[in-house]
């Protein structure tokens, strides 16, 4: 079936930091990749996305590529702020699953001013 | 502009007790979700209604049944609570079953089953 895998958290930088959080996944098909960000007492909501290979997904500073070669999407900013502190999800979602949603385990990022 | 909208917040129960979660989205929306989110483990979706009037089974379907009401509301609900069953609890929706639909959450239910 399909899984995807995060690096656990907490991951906590200094402002201004260069931000990177893992993110592999396992699919049997073609999925489109995704990055959701939760903030604190919120529902998720969606970051960025990609929905084929070599895409990169961009969003408020944030950057996720798909690499099929490394069945990855690594999650990256440049420089981080206090306000980016959030729990931050990889998911997949793929045809041949029904479209639904795989989530990763979720990486909670703090970021000290 | 409310999005999904869930109810109730917070919900402590006991052990054998019932409850009824609400979900209600404004957006039209054809699909729409429930998940469970515990510690370390991400979302796991428990029921889904790919459009009013039918309802599927997820990961995590036990000690729990759904009813599509009508296109906009989704109620999930647990029969007999069990402390595993402490959770929070996210609605979600999406316009269809696209495999690049965005979906959108409500703000979640704490649950506690003592």
């Known amino acids: 079936g399909n899984s995807v895998t995060q690096m656990e958290g907490p991951v906590t930088l200094s402002e201004e930091a260069f931000l990177t959080i893992n993110c592999t996944y396992t699919a049997t098909g073609y999925p489109s990749l995704f990055w959701y960000v939760q903030y604190p007492g919120e529902g998720l909501q969606l970051l960025l996305k990609?929905?084929?290979?070599?895409d990169k997904g961009s969003n408020k500073g944030f950057e996720a590529t798909y690499r099929k070669e490394t069945t990855s999407f690594h999650l990256e900013k440049g420089s981080v702020q206090v306000s980016d502190s959030a729990v931050y999800f990889c998911a997949l979602s793929e045809p041949n699953a029904g479209n639904m949603l795989t989530f990763g385990g979720g990486t909670r990022l703090m970021v000290k001013p | 502009n409310a999005g999904v909208t869930q109810t109730p917040k917070f919900q402590v129960l006991k052990t054998g007790q019932s409850m009824t979660l609400q979900c209600a989205q404004d957006m039209n929306h054809n699909s729409m979700y429930w998940y469970r989110q515990d510690p370390g483990m991400g979302l796991r979706l428990i029921y889904y209604s790919a459009s009013e009037g039918t309802t599927d089974k997820g990961e995590v379907p036990n000690g729990y049944n759904v009813s599509r009401l009508n296109k906009r509301e989704f109620s999930l609900r647990l029969e007999s609570a069990a402390p595993s069953q402490t959770s929070v609890y996210f609605c979600?929706?999406?316009?269809?079953?696209?495999?690049?639909?965005?979906?959108?959450f409500g703000e979640g239910s704490r649950l506690t089953v003592l």
């Open positions: 990609a929905t084929k290979a070599d």
């Open positions: 979600a929706s999406r316009v269809g079953d696209a495999n690049t639909g965005e979906l959108f």
